[in-house]
């Protein structure tokens, strides 16, 4: 028997995506612009970071090989070594969008057979029978918001209003998604989940993919922050993933970070959601250290994109890479014969790109582990090649349209 676990580093996409010029993307490339960004200065921060992007176990494992499969470019001024030491590659993706459960459920051996449906208005984004029923259902006296926005800036603008009207804020973006933001102590944290889940099935005909609850704290004299109580109320995939087969076969799964909200907690096993990568890194593993023979491990490290990548701040990224990298051989020492690891991504989130969203890329793929022979896995037409991959080294089977490497 062996083991497995994969790490989704949540919109480090690496380039290079044929079709981003069809979403507006044509040129984005997360890992390359941020190691740009890093050669020429402009990822210095006082006190948190400085100077070229320093990755050194990930370009070991071949990220930057990766990288430049991908783009045709090596990271500027990130060390690369002539022979890497773990499998790699990139992913392409052929679900149609460029969010989180297309990317996770691609991976997972599921890729999307549908269109999502968006709220393309920038301002009165929802249809008016929408925001009626939103209301009634929620027993509300009306919403905020209701236009695309970043959230932060949108708490920012309107948190005062509903703290004294009730109203809680609902926005949306380029994603097929509809949050909403309220304040844990004024509306209550499950009054907002409960609001989400009405709402859900409000949007369930609209092919939206999820309805975020955004809570939040604080005051106009403090500032007001959102809490690690979010949560995501997620279509469930069309199709077997192998978080579904791996559970029709009696396997041990333990999911770490947002993957139960992606997946609709459809076979998710055992859940654990801590708040921040450096929280749900550690989480992992020790979860893995106690993962039995034939064992899963399902991460999503969600930091890059929230924190970083929506608010395109290049020195955090870069400090938040940098950081995961230094923790890697914590996780490779946890390893024994048998056990693969994989690390990838979900979609890209270049913060050198206009706007707030998301980015159309390409994802790099490295896997490792005591018996995982090292070279080039070449390009791969679907991010489900991963989920065959994971199949095949699991014995379960490969999952899903990819093929395994």
Same mark, same amino acid.
């Given at each position: 028997?062996?083991?497995?676990?994969?790490?989704?580093?949540?919109?480090?996409?690496?380039?290079?995506?044929?079709?981003?010029?069809?979403?507006?993307?044509?040129?984005?490339?997360?890992?390359?612009?941020?190691?740009?960004?890093?050669?020429?200065?402009?990822?210095?921060?006082?006190?948190?970071?400085? !100077?070229?992007?320093? +990755?050194?176990? @990930?370009? *070991?494992?071949?990220?930057?090989?990766?990288?430049?499969?991908?783009? %045709? $470019?090596?990271?500027?001024?990130?060390?690369?070594?002539?022979?890497?030491?773990?499998?790699?590659?990139?992913?392409?993706?052929?679900?149609?969008?460029?969010?989180?459960?297309?990317?996770?459920?691609?991976?997972?051996?599921?890729?999307?057979?549908?269109?999502?449906?968006?709220?393309?208005?920038?301002?009165?984004?929802?249809?008016?029978?929408?925001?009626?029923?939103?209301?009634?259902?929620?027993?509300?006296?009306?919403?905020?918001?209701?236009?695309?926005?970043?959230?932060?800036?949108?708490?920012?603008?309107?948190?005062?209003?509903?703290?004294?009207?009730?109203?809680?804020?609902?926005?949306?973006?380029?994603?097929?998604?509809?949050?909403?933001?309220?304040?844990?102590?004024?509306? !209550?944290?499950?009054? +907002?989940?409960? @609001?989400? *889940?009405?709402?859900?099935?409000?949007?369930?005909?609209?092919?939206? %993919? $999820?309805?975020?609850?955004?809570?939040?704290?604080?005051?106009?004299?403090?500032?007001?922050?959102?809490?690690?109580?979010?949560?995501?109320?997620?279509?469930?995939?069309?199709?077997?993933?192998?978080?579904?087969?791996?559970?029709?076969?009696?396997?041990?799964?333990?999911?770490?970070?947002?993957?139960?909200?992606?997946f609709a907690h459809r076979n998710t096993g055992t859940e654990i959601k801590p708040y921040g990568n450096d929280a749900m890194f550690a989480a992992a593993l020790e979860a893995f250290e106690t993962l039995p023979d034939g064992g899963f491990c399902f991460v999503n490290l969600?930091?890059?994109?929230?924190?970083?990548?929506?608010?395109?701040?290049?020195?955090?990224?870069?400090?938040?890479?940098?950081?995961?990298?230094?923790?890697?051989?914590?996780?490779?020492? *946890?390893?024994?014969?048998?056990?693969?690891?994989?690390?990838?991504?979900?979609?890209?989130?270049?913060?050198?790109?206009?706007?707030?969203?998301?980015?159309?890329?390409?994802?790099?793929?490295?896997?490792?582990?005591?018996?995982?022979?090292?070279?080039?896995?070449?390009?791969?037409?679907?991010?489900?090649?991963?989920?065959?991959?994971?199949?095949?080294?699991?014995?379960?089977?490969?999952?899903?349209?990819?093929?395994?490497?």
């Amino acid at each position: 028997m062996t083991r497995a676990i994969l790490i989704v580093l949540d919109s480090v996409g690496c380039g290079g995506a044929e079709d981003a010029a069809a979403y507006g993307d044509e040129g984005a490339d997360t890992l390359g612009h941020i190691a740009a960004a890093c050669a020429e200065g402009r990822g210095d921060r006082a006190g948190l970071r400085q !100077g070229p992007l320093t +990755l050194p176990n @990930l370009t *070991r494992l071949g990220l930057s090989h990766a990288c430049e499969a991908s783009t %045709g $470019r090596p990271l500027a001024g990130v060390a690369r070594p002539d022979v890497p030491q773990g499998q790699f590659g990139y992913g392409v993706e052929v679900s149609q969008g460029k969010d989180t459960p297309s990317g996770h459920w691609e991976i997972a051996g599921c890729p999307v057979p549908f269109k999502w449906g968006y709220f393309t208005a920038l301002e009165n984004s929802f249809p008016p029978e929408l925001v009626a029923a939103i209301i009634h259902e929620g027993a509300l006296p009306g919403i905020l918001g209701n236009k695309h926005a970043s959230g932060t800036a949108i708490i920012d603008e309107l948190a005062e209003e509903h703290i004294r009207t009730g109203k809680p804020i609902c926005y949306t973006s380029v994603d097929s998604v509809l949050q909403i933001a309220a304040h844990e102590e004024h509306f !209550g944290l499950e009054r +907002l989940y409960e @609001l989400c *889940r009405k709402v859900r099935v409000l949007v369930d005909p609209l092919r939206i %993919g $999820r309805v975020i609850a955004r809570p939040f704290i604080g005051t106009a004299e403090t500032g007001f922050t959102r809490t690690g109580n979010r949560k995501d109320f997620s279509i469930p995939p069309p199709d077997e993933t192998i978080l579904d087969r791996l559970a029709q076969q009696n396997r041990a799964i333990v999911t770490v970070g947002k993957i139960g909200d992606i997946f609709a907690h459809r076979n998710t096993g055992t859940e654990i959601k801590p708040y921040g990568n450096d929280a749900m890194f550690a989480a992992a593993l020790e979860a893995f250290e106690t993962l039995p023979d034939g064992g899963f491990c399902f991460v999503n490290l969600v930091d890059f994109d929230t924190e970083y990548g929506h608010r395109r701040d290049i020195p955090g990224y870069a400090a938040a890479l940098e950081a995961f990298d230094r923790q890697l051989p914590a996780l490779e020492a *946890r390893l024994k014969p048998g056990d693969l690891a994989i690390i990838t991504a979900d979609h890209g989130n270049d913060p050198s790109w206009p706007g707030t969203d998301h980015t159309r890329e390409h994802v790099p793929i490295l896997a490792f582990g005591p018996d995982v022979v090292a070279g080039p896995i070449g390009r791969r037409e679907s991010f489900a090649d991963i989920a065959a991959r994971l199949g095949t080294w699991l014995g379960i089977g490969a999952v899903g349209p990819g093929r395994s490497w």
